[in-house]
T-cell receptor, first 114, second 111 residues
Framework: NAGVTQTPKFQVLKTGQSMTLQCAQD?????MSWYRQDPGMGLRLIHY???????DQGEVPNGYNVSRSTTEDFPLRLLSAAPSQTSVYFC?????????????FGPGTRLTVL | EDKVVQSPLSLVVHEGDTVTLNCSYE??????LLWYKQEKKAPTFLFML????IEKKSGRLSSILDKKELFSILNITATQTGDSAIYLC???????????FGGGTRLMVKP
């Protein structure tokens, strides 16, 4: 199993550009989510999904879109990049345990917006 | 507003010392509390706690949850330089397994 994979690993954008961060998992997990991590801070939830076709907003959703057309893939789209979106982005997935459960994290994408 | 607070923010110890990291939380729909270790890349899972008073243990690391007082501690005994990392506490708060993270504790272990 590859686990959770993310592409690209690094990206530099200019203000106003758009791009899609890719995330895929091969563990047949129902739950997937996107977090961002800024220097000196913990992770903050952007969007999450409880299954194909179902998404919802997290703590910091503005400026980002998601969709979940398959169980495996959960791409994150930046509509019009801003310097405030410079961050490290982590995708995560987990089983749907009633009591919560371990989330498996991808290796991260380091994004810089100039 | 759901909140997870970790203390201390950072800690410097010498090899062999014992450390205790703290995590307190105020959330509306607690399901579980998780501890992660983050070195240079993605967080790696350490423990998940759902019941009060039951210690989880893995080698030199252990953790316990107090659901009445709304906190958890992570203990590391006989620290090693390889324990140097950011330790993250997170609370799972809903059926979608959303995690609310604390700001982390940066631990540095000196030889």
């Amino acid at each position: 199993n590859a686990g959770v994979t993310q592409t690209p690993k690094f990206q530099v954008l200019k203000t106003g550009q758009s791009m899609t961060l890719q995330c895929a998992q091969d563990m047949n997990h129902e739950y997937m989510s996107w977090y961002r991590q800024d220097p000196g801070m913990g992770l903050r939830l952007i969007h999450y999904s409880v299954g194909a076709g179902i998404t919802d907003q997290g703590e910091v959703p503005n400026g980002y879109n998601v969709s979940r057309s398959t169980t495996e893939d959960f791409p994150l789209r930046l509509l019009s990049a801003a310097p405030s979106q410079t961050s490290v982005y982590f995708c995560a997935s987990s089983y749907s345990f009633a009591g919560g459960g371990e989330q498996f994290f991808g290796p991260g994408t380091r994004l810089t917006v100039l | 507003e759901d909140k997870v607070v970790q203390s201390p923010l950072s800690l410097v110890v010498h090899e062999g010392d014992t450390v205790t990291l703290n995590c307190s939380y105020e959330v509306t729909n607690f399901r579980s509390l998780l501890w992660y270790k983050q070195e240079k890349k993605a967080p790696t899972f350490l423990f998940m706690l759902t019941s009060s008073g039951i210690e989880k243990k893995s080698g030199r690391l252990s953790s316990i949850l107090d659901k009445k007082e709304l906190f958890s501690i992570l203990n590391i005994t006989a620290t090693q330089t390889g324990d140097s990392a950011i330790y993250l506490c997170a609370v799972s708060i809903n059926a979608g397994n959303m995690l609310t993270f604390g700001g982390g504790t940066r631990l540095m272990v000196k030889p």
